[in-house]
């Protein structure tokens, strides 16, 4: 299986050096993650895993799995409001979801899935 980003775009992203491999295995459960999440938004579209993965879908891997890595280290108190219940935005899997979420629009019809 291919890779969809690089560690490098995803160290970058997070300001951590990229000689940095403290974070290594990490970045890696985020970047796999992240990749799991991708397969499931694309299977009712094409064919899953990848094999070439297209730019915007290699940004929106990055972001991701950026996401995913500072969410697992925050602290849940950080997350979650107790008093009013609301979650924080993490604006790495927000760009993460919106570049996905245009790439899907650009390049599928509406209502043209694949068929299983």
Known sequence: MVDYCTMKSIKIRLNISLDDSQFDDEL???????????D?????????????????????????????FQRRRQPLSEIVDVKTGGVTVNVFWMLGNEKLEAYIKQTYKEGDLKRV
Request: charge should be negative; charged fraction near 20%.
């Open 40 to 68: 499931i938004k694309l299977s009712n579209h094409t064919t899953v895993p990848l094999t070439t993965v297209p730019e915007l879908l290699k940004h929106a891997c990055a972001d991701l799995a950026a996401g995913l």
């Open 28 to 38: 890696t459960e985020s970047r796999d993650e992240a990749e799991a999440y991708i």
